[in-house]
Each structure stands twice: as structure tokens, then as C-alpha cells.
């Protein structure tokens, strides 16, 4: 199992949650948690896929829920 | 303030002004000269202070997820434009967004000290190269077994060994424990303590990835990404809530006027918009979205600088509904060292000299029970005074002390000297002394309770903990002294290692619903159980990496207290959850039922939305705060 952890930006709580919810069903991705407090989002990749392949639509999922929003270090 | 805030505040101080003159302008008479509509002059206002609101809605409708604050309050204020109460809109709009903007300076506030306090992270360590030359290097770039220099004031950046100077350590960071710890060569040194007096010549014996500075920073900064059951409800309480609200709000604009012109009835379509906008401000949920995390947030904050390291929301919100709390005897409850814990010496036996006889006949011994004669004798022994030493393997010691024949042993030495002392009335390891063949006195040696272990059952208790109950592999009599002297409920004696795991389960399967069971250990030998028990809580853990993976909990030195300052850290985390919870929806259903009667206009729907808002983040932010629990469990 692969697990990764990125520093994000976004402004609000809730925009936060939206994130989550657009990072989950990219697909690709097993699980996804973001955290407003911490501002990190920690993403678990499905069985065999590259999260320099994966993140990259995770980032654009949320651009589009939330347009104020950042991932670091994909 | 960061530079995105304070444009906030700019935009919402010009707003409020040119709502401020616009609130003027009729009476001035300036109208009368240039004819323009007032709700043109209020938009420039209203677009300055909520132009991204709704720039924010319309994507949202754009991406089919409109639901949410921005498509509210969009929703209302271009509402109130609609029906001819421009400067309601602009007070709605300019209100939300304080509100924003002060949740926004909360949050960062909050951040930044738990970042502030959680500073250990070393910059830099000063490396000893050839021909005792001082480099700064990155304190990745160490290599295990080079030889590093912390100056006084200094951080320790990586895990070592004291080959050279002796100082004193400030721990505080790491264990919350304010008292400063010496250290002298030989010693093992932890990184993240502060060097505060002498130079340290440290042999690194980790890499600075796995030193105990990195493990914690680690730990800390990936806690919190299990979420609380309180969060994910209002996770799915907001999906369901804010649709739900604004379909409500729908109805009231419209079914009402339409009964009402059925029934033959001027519609009044103006007031019953009204009421559904006012609807729609108060029902905004943001109150619940932010201070529910930023109180969790705060709670596992505030825990880390006491050194409880809480690996999750979740864990903390759990360790709320602890009913059973079952201990590893040794190591957390007590010491896990041997000491005199009572000496009775035969009539006409001096105490002092009944410890000297014992201590001199054991002192060729490497026994933990001779050791423990040796610092309760507190003195230098002089061997010459020792012959004859004879070691009896499962009965005791005889020697010749100053020329006298000793014997120090158990019972059953005495039996073969034909003496039968009666047993003193404690329980531990008994030995019994005899001098010239007559019984001079007993000695009882036992494990010791940790000074701050009565107390701490005594908090756990007060914390609403119904059972607590102590394993130990010890005998009968041992655990029931030890037991009774710290108030603890339960026992379980004479278990070999592999019982905990059993013990816990036959407990596990006691326990009453909604309720948890946390399992206390010191992180030896007991990974296996601290990840079977719904809470593993491991104590002392700056050396063991074992369990820091297992545990969910962490307390960074070995005082039992903590557990009990971690119950009521958990304890008021969530209970300033739960009040947040109940205030806001309390508030809010008011607020909602006072607005579709019409009896509440656009002010108190502000209160409801803004004014909750504000309080519920206050209260979320005393979390953070545990000095008064520090205080009252006894660790300040």
C-alpha cells in the first residue's frame, strides 16, 4: 500500500472538505484524507499506480470544486 | 495577519464605509442632483466586499455542487437586492465575511502556536571533523558515530552518547516536564532537549531521520488525519443540511403565497421572499464546519505540549468514553526498580546497623537485591571488613563481617540456622538477617510505586473511569498490597507475558457499549496489546520505537499522571465540542423558526449566522489551554 502526504493551501473548512471528496474519487486513488487544521493532505494510491501520475488529476479534481486551492510537492 | 487577511480587512473597512455614506446620501440632497438608482451606488459595496462569494457560487452551480455558504448567502443577499433592501444585502454580505476573516485569523492563530510550541525541529548540528575543526551541517548529513559539539542553549539534533562535558537538559519540549535533568559523560542523550549550561561532546548513535527529534516531528505533524466521529458526522450533517435548508427555504417563498391566493388572499410575495432569504442566512453551518476541527485540533495541540502525543481525532475523541483502563504493572505503575522499603531490626538491633551488616555481606554481589542494599546503606562500603563470602543459590549469603559470622537469606537459611523469624507484615522480597547465629532483623526489598500513581487512578476515576485494573506477572500478595495502596479496583496476578493479550480480550468482551478500553504500558514487550486494546497507551516512549507504532497514544516520559491529564484533555475537547454542536443547532432551529414566522428580520438572521459563528470558534480555541488540567493533576 502507498501512502503519501502533501502540504496544500486552501482558505475554509469546508472548501477543505470539498477537496477531499474530489481528491477520493479521482481515480487512482484508495483513500484520501485532508486535514484543514494541519493543511495536509494525505492520499493512498490503489494497488500499482504512480502518485506522480495520480496527483496531478487529483490537483485538477480540486481546482475545480475549489479554484483557491494548492497542492505542494506533487 | 498574512497579506491575504489583510486585503480582506481592507475590502470589508472600504465597504462598511461607502455603506456608511450611502446610509447618508438620501438626507444630503445629493440625489436630487445626479438621479441614480440607490441600488446601483449600493452595489459597489456589496461587489467589493462579496465579489468572490459569488464568483465562488457560481462555480459551484457550474460544477453541480452549489450547495454550500457562498450559493447561501449569494442566494439571500442578491435576494435582498431584488426586493429593494440593498443595504440588509450589503450588511449580510459584509457581516459574513468578518466572519470569515475572523475564523480565518483563528485558525491561523491557533496554527501558529501549536507550531511555535511544537518548535524542535533542529537547524543545523555543529560536527567535530579531524584535527577538531567545528563545521555547521545540515544534521541529515551526520553520519552515525561522528562526534558532535552542542554549545550551551543549543537544541540537540540527534541522538547520542555524552563522551565529553556534563550540563543540564531542559526536556520540556519533549516531555512537558519543566525540571531540568543533568547529564554527564556516558549518558545517553536524547535529541530535541536544550543544552543549558556546558559544552557536550556528543557520539551520534542514530541518524538524524530516526533520532527522536524526527520520530516525535513526524508523529505530531501526521496526527489528525483520523477524524473524529464528531467530524465526519458533520461532514455528512452539512451534505444533507445545506440542501435540505435551501429546498426548505424554496417552499417558504413559495408555498404560503400560493395557499394564500388560493384561499382567495393577497399572496404577499415580498414578505414570504423576505422570510426565506432570512432562512437561508441564519441556516449557514459554518459555526459547526470550522469549530469542530479547530476543536479537536486545539485539544491535540494542547496535549503535545504536556508531552501527550495523540495520534488522531478519533483517539482523542475515544479516550473521552474510557471505561476500563488496564495497567502493566511494571513501568508505569511502579518503577521497575528494587529498593528497602522496610527494615526491622530484632530488639536491641540498630536500624542503621542491621542495613551496614546486610550491605557489607552482600557488597561481593552483583544482585539487583545487593544494589539496593548498597544505596539504601548510602554509604562507602569498605570491602576489607568482608571474609569468607559464600553464596548460597536459593537461600542467601553467609559471610564474616568485622570478623562476626553473618547470614543474610530468605526463610528457609534461617530454618537451617534454626532460627524461625516470624514474616513482617509487607510484602516484596524478604530477607532475614542473622548475626553470630541469632536473628538480628528483616529487610524487605520490593518494586516501588511511583510517587504520582496514586493520584493518577484517583484522576482516572474522577474522569469518569468505572474500572481500572492492574496485570503483573508478580504473586498474589504483592499485587493486592500494590493494588490497594493505589486505590486500583482490580488485579490479575502471576501472569507470564503472553497473558496480557488474554486478559485484555476476557476484558474487552466485558465492557459495556459505548464504552472503550485503554491498555497502559511501557512500551517493553507489549506491542502486541496496545494495538488489541481500543486504546493503546504507551508511556516513557522517547526509546521505544516498537510502540510508538503501536500505540495510539503516546506520553513522552513515564509519570502516570499524564494518563490522567490525557482523560481530562479529551474530556473538555469534546465536551467543547458537544457544546458547540448543541449551541449552533439550538441557536440556529430558533433563529429558523422565529425567521419563517416572520419574526425575525435580517439583523438577528446575521446574529444566528455570524455571531455563532464567532462564539462557537471562541470556545472551540479553549481546547488549546490545559495549563488548569496540567495544574490540577499535579504536573505544573
Same mark, same amino acid.
Given at each position: 500500500m502507498m #501512502?503519501?502526504?502533501?502540504k496544500?493551501?486552501?482558505?475554509?473548512a469546508?472548501c477543505?472538505n470539498?477537496? +477531499?471528496?474530489a481528491a477520493? $474519487?479521482t481515480p487512482?486513488v #484508495?483513500?484520501?484524507?485532508?486535514?484543514?487544521?494541519?493543511l495536509?493532505?494525505?492520499v493512498?494510491?490503489? +494497488?500499482?499506480?504512480d502518485? $506522480?501520475?495520480v496527483?496531478p488529476?487529483?490537483?485538477?479534481?480540486c481546482?475545480?470544486?475549489e479554484?483557491?486551492?494548492?497542492?505542494?510537492g506533487i | 495577519m498574512?497579506?491575504?487577511?489583510?486585503?480582506?480587512?481592507?475590502r470589508?473597512?472600504?465597504?462598511?464605509?461607502l455603506?456608511?455614506?450611502l446610509?447618508?446620501?438620501?438626507e444630503?440632497g445629493l440625489l436630487?442632483?445626479?438621479?441614480?438608482?440607490?441600488g446601483?451606488?449600493?452595489?459597489?459595496p456589496?461587489l467589493?466586499?462579496g465579489g468572490?462569494?459569488?464568483?465562488?457560487?457560481?462555480?459551484?452551480i457550474?460544477?453541480?455542487?452549489?450547495?454550500d455558504e457562498?450559493?447561501?448567502m449569494?442566494?439571500?443577499?442578491?435576494g435582498?437586492?431584488?426586493?429593494?433592501?440593498?443595504m440588509?444585502?450589503?450588511?449580510v454580505?459584509?457581516f459574513?465575511?468578518?466572519?470569515?476573516l475572523f475564523q480565518?485569523?483563528?485558525?491561523?492563530?491557533?496554527?501558529?502556536?501549536?507550531?511555535?510550541?511544537m518548535d524542535?525541529?533542529?537547524d543545523y548540528?555543529?560536527?567535530e571533523?579531524?584535527?577538531?575543526?567545528i563545521?555547521?551541517v545540515?544534521?541529515d548529513e551526520?553520519?552515525?558515530?561522528s562526534?558532535i559539539?552542542?554549545?550551551?542553549?543549543?537544541?540537540?539534533?540527534?541522538d547520542?552518547?555524552?563522551v565529553?562535558?556534563?550540563?543540564?537538559?531542559?526536556t520540556?519540549?519533549?516531555?512537558?516536564e519543566?525540571l531540568?535533568?543533568?547529564?554527564?559523560?556516558?549518558?545517553?542523550?536524547?535529541?530535541?532537549c536544550?543544552?543549558?549550561?556546558g559544552?557536550?561532546?556528543?557520539?551520534?548513535?542514530?541518524e538524524f531521520?530516526?533520532?527522536?527529534?524526527?520520530?516525535?516531528?513526524?508523529?505530531?505533524?501526521n496526527?489528525?488525519?483520523?477524524?473524529?466521529?464528531?467530524?465526519?458526522f458533520i461532514t455528512?450533517?452539512?451534505?444533507?443540511?445545506?440542501p435540505?435548508?435551501?429546498?426548505?427555504a424554496?417552499?417558504?417563498?413559495v408555498?404560503?403565497?400560493?395557499?394564500?391566493?388560493v384561499l382567495g388572499q393577497?399572496a404577499?410575495?415580498?414578505?414570504?421572499?423576505?422570510?426565506?432569504?432570512?432562512?437561508?442566512?441564519?441556516?449557514?453551518?459554518?459555526?459547526?464546519v470550522?469549530?469542530?476541527?479547530?476543536?479537536?485540533?486545539?485539544?491535540?495541540?494542547?496535549?503535545?505540549?504536556c508531552g501527550?502525543?495523540?495520534?488522531g481525532s478519533?483517539y482523542?475523541?475515544?479516550?473521552?468514553?474510557?471505561?476500563?483502563?488496564?495497567?502493566?504493572k511494571?513501568?508505569?505503575?511502579?518503577?521497575?526498580?528494587?529498593?528497602?522499603?522496610?527494615v526491622?531490626?530484632?530488639?536491641?538491633?540498630?536500624?542503621?546497623?542491621?542495613l551496614?551488616?546486610a550491605?557489607?555481606a552482600?557488597?561481593?554481589?552483583?544482585?539487583?537485591i545487593?544494589?539496593?542494599?548498597k544505596?539504601?546503606?548510602?554509604?562507602?562500603?569498605?570491602?576489607?571488613r568482608v571474609s569468607?563470602v559464600?553464596?548460597?543459590?536459593?537461600?542467601?549469603?553467609?559471610?564474616?563481617?568485622?570478623?562476626?559470622?553473618?547470614?543474610?537469606g530468605?526463610a528457609?537459611?534461617?530454618a537451617k540456622l534454626?532460627?524461625?523469624?516470624?514474616?513482617?507484615?509487607?510484602?516484596g522480597?524478604?530477607?532475614?538477617?542473622?548475626?553470630?547465629?541469632?536473628?538480628?532483623?528483616?529487610?524487605v526489598?520490593?518494586?516501588v510505586?511511583?510517587p504520582?500513581?496514586?493520584k493518577?487512578?484517583a484522576?482516572?476515576?474522577?474522569?469518569g473511569?468505572?474500572?481500572t485494573v492492574?496485570?503483573t506477572?508478580?504473586?498474589?500478595?504483592?499485587?493486592?498490597?500494590?493494588?490497594?495502596?493505589?486505590?486500583i479496583?482490580e488485579?490479575?496476578?502471576?501472569?507470564?507475558?503472553e497473558?496480557?493479550?488474554?486478559?485484555?480480550?476476557?476484558?474487552?468482551?466485558?465492557?459495556q457499549?459505548?464504552?472503550?478500553?485503554?491498555f497502559v504500558?511501557?512500551?517493553?514487550?507489549?506491542a502486541?496489546?496496545?494495538?488489541?486494546?481500543?486504546?493503546?497507551?504507551?508511556?516513557g516512549?522517547l526509546?521505544?520505537?516498537?510502540?510508538i507504532?503501536?500505540?495510539?497514544?503516546?506520553?513522552?516520559?513515564d509519570?502516570?499522571?499524564?494518563?490522567a491529564l490525557?482523560?481530562?484533555?479529551?474530556?473538555?475537547?469534546?465536551?467543547?465540542?458537544?457544546?458547540?454542536?448543541?449551541?449552533?443547532?439550538?441557536?440556529?432551529?430558533?433563529?429558523?423558526l422565529?425567521?419563517?414566522?416572520?419574526?425575525a428580520?435580517?439583523?438577528?438572521a446575521?446574529?444566528?449566522?455570524v455571531?455563532?459563528?464567532?462564539l462557537a470558534?471562541?470556545n472551540?480555541?479553549?481546547a488549546?489551554y490545559t495549563?488548569d488540567l496540567v495544574?490540577?493533576?499535579g504536573?505544573?
Amino acid at each position: 500500500m502507498m #501512502k503519501k502526504t502533501y502540504k496544500i493551501d486552501v482558505d475554509c473548512a469546508n472548501c477543505a472538505n470539498k477537496m +477531499e471528496a474530489a481528491a477520493q $474519487k479521482t481515480p487512482g486513488v #484508495k483513500n484520501a484524507t485532508v486535514n484543514f487544521m494541519t493543511l495536509k493532505m494525505s492520499v493512498e494510491f490503489e +494497488e500499482g499506480q504512480d502518485p $506522480k501520475a495520480v496527483m496531478p488529476q487529483v490537483l485538477a479534481a480540486c481546482k475545480k470544486v475549489e479554484s483557491d486551492c494548492e497542492i505542494f510537492g506533487i | 495577519m498574512n497579506s491575504k487577511q489583510k486585503k480582506m480587512l481592507y475590502r470589508i473597512v472600504a465597504a462598511a464605509v461607502l455603506v456608511v455614506v450611502l446610509q447618508l446620501l438620501p438626507e444630503s440632497g445629493l440625489l436630487d442632483l445626479v438621479p441614480v438608482p440607490l441600488g446601483l451606488l449600493y452595489l459597489i459595496p456589496y461587489l467589493v466586499v462579496g465579489g468572490d462569494v459569488l464568483r465562488k457560487a457560481i462555480k459551484g452551480i457550474q460544477n453541480r455542487q452549489p450547495f454550500d455558504e457562498c450559493f447561501l448567502m449569494a442566494v439571500a443577499t442578491v435576494g435582498a437586492f431584488a426586493l429593494g433592501e440593498y443595504m440588509e444585502g450589503c450588511a449580510v454580505m459584509l457581516f459574513y465575511q468578518v466572519g470569515e476573516l475572523f475564523q480565518s485569523v483563528a485558525v491561523g492563530k491557533s496554527r501558529r502556536s501549536i507550531a511555535a510550541l511544537m518548535d524542535i525541529r533542529p537547524d543545523y548540528a555543529n560536527l567535530e571533523k579531524a584535527g577538531g575543526v567545528i563545521e555547521k551541517v545540515d544534521p541529515d548529513e551526520v553520519e552515525t558515530g561522528s562526534v558532535i559539539v552542542v554549545e550551551p542553549g543549543e537544541r540537540v539534533p540527534i541522538d547520542g552518547v555524552i563522551v565529553e562535558g556534563s550540563s543540564t537538559l531542559n526536556t520540556a519540549a519533549l516531555t512537558g516536564e519543566s525540571l531540568p535533568r543533568d547529564a554527564k559523560a556516558g549518558d545517553d542523550i536524547i535529541s530535541g532537549c536544550v543544552n543549558l549550561s556546558g559544552v557536550l561532546r556528543v557520539r551520534t548513535t542514530r541518524e538524524f531521520g530516526e533520532s527522536t527529534v524526527s520520530r516525535i516531528l513526524d508523529l505530531v505533524e501526521n496526527s489528525s488525519m483520523k477524524k473524529a466521529r464528531a467530524e465526519h458526522f458533520i461532514t455528512r450533517f452539512a451534505r444533507v443540511y445545506t440542501p435540505a435548508v435551501c429546498y426548505s427555504a424554496l417552499a417558504l417563498a413559495v408555498l404560503p403565497p400560493l395557499v394564500l391566493t388560493v384561499l382567495g388572499q393577497p399572496a404577499q410575495w415580498g414578505d414570504w421572499i423576505y422570510r426565506a432569504l432570512t432562512f437561508l442566512v441564519i441556516s449557514c453551518p459554518c459555526a459547526l464546519v470550522i469549530s469542530i476541527p479547530l476543536s479537536f485540533f486545539g485539544g491535540i495541540g494542547g496535549a503535545s505540549t504536556c508531552g501527550i502525543l495523540v495520534k488522531g481525532s478519533t483517539y482523542l475523541e475515544e479516550l473521552s468514553r474510557t471505561g476500563i483502563v488496564v495497567f502493566d504493572k511494571t513501568g508505569t505503575l511502579t518503577q521497575g526498580v528494587f529498593e528497602v522499603t522496610g527494615v526491622y531490626p530484632a530488639a536491641g538491633v540498630e536500624q542503621a546497623d542491621l542495613l551496614e551488616k546486610a550491605a557489607l555481606a552482600e557488597s561481593y554481589s552483583k544482585h539487583p537485591i545487593s544494589q539496593s542494599l548498597k544505596q539504601a546503606y548510602g554509604r562507602e562500603l569498605d570491602p576489607a571488613r568482608v571474609s569468607d563470602v559464600e553464596e548460597l543459590g536459593g537461600y542467601g549469603i553467609t559471610a564474616r563481617v568485622d570478623g562476626r559470622p553473618v547470614a543474610v537469606g530468605n526463610a528457609r537459611l534461617m530454618a537451617k540456622l534454626g532460627l524461625s523469624p516470624a514474616a513482617p507484615d509487607q510484602t516484596g522480597t524478604v530477607l532475614y538477617l542473622a548475626v553470630d547465629g541469632a536473628y538480628a532483623g528483616t529487610i524487605v526489598i520490593s518494586d516501588v510505586v511511583k510517587p504520582t500513581a496514586a493520584k493518577a487512578i484517583a484522576g482516572l476515576k474522577r474522569a469518569g473511569v468505572r474500572r481500572t485494573v492492574m496485570l503483573t506477572g508478580d504473586t498474589e500478595p504483592v499485587a493486592k498490597a500494590v493494588a490497594g495502596q493505589l486505590g486500583i479496583t482490580e488485579y490479575r496476578a502471576g501472569l507470564l507475558p503472553e497473558d496480557k493479550v488474554t486478559q485484555v480480550e476476557t476484558l474487552l468482551a466485558e465492557k459495556q457499549p459505548r464504552e472503550n478500553l485503554a491498555f497502559v504500558g511501557d512500551g517493553i514487550n507489549d506491542a502486541p496489546v496496545l494495538s488489541r486494546a481500543d486504546l493503546g497507551i504507551a508511556m516513557g516512549a522517547l526509546g521505544s520505537d516498537a510502540a510508538i507504532e503501536a500505540a495510539d497514544i503516546v506520553l513522552m516520559d513515564d509519570d502516570p499522571a499524564r494518563i490522567a491529564l490525557a482523560m481530562d484533555i479529551s474530556r473538555r475537547t469534546v465536551r467543547i465540542v458537544y457544546q458547540n454542536i448543541v449551541f449552533a443547532l439550538v441557536v440556529k432551529a430558533a433563529c429558523l423558526l422565529l425567521g419563517a414566522l416572520g419574526m425575525a428580520g435580517m439583523w438577528l438572521a446575521i446574529f444566528a449566522d455570524v455571531g455563532v459563528m464567532v462564539l462557537a470558534v471562541i470556545n472551540a480555541t479553549r481546547a488549546l489551554y490545559t495549563r488548569d488540567l496540567v495544574r490540577r493533576n499535579g504536573l505544573a
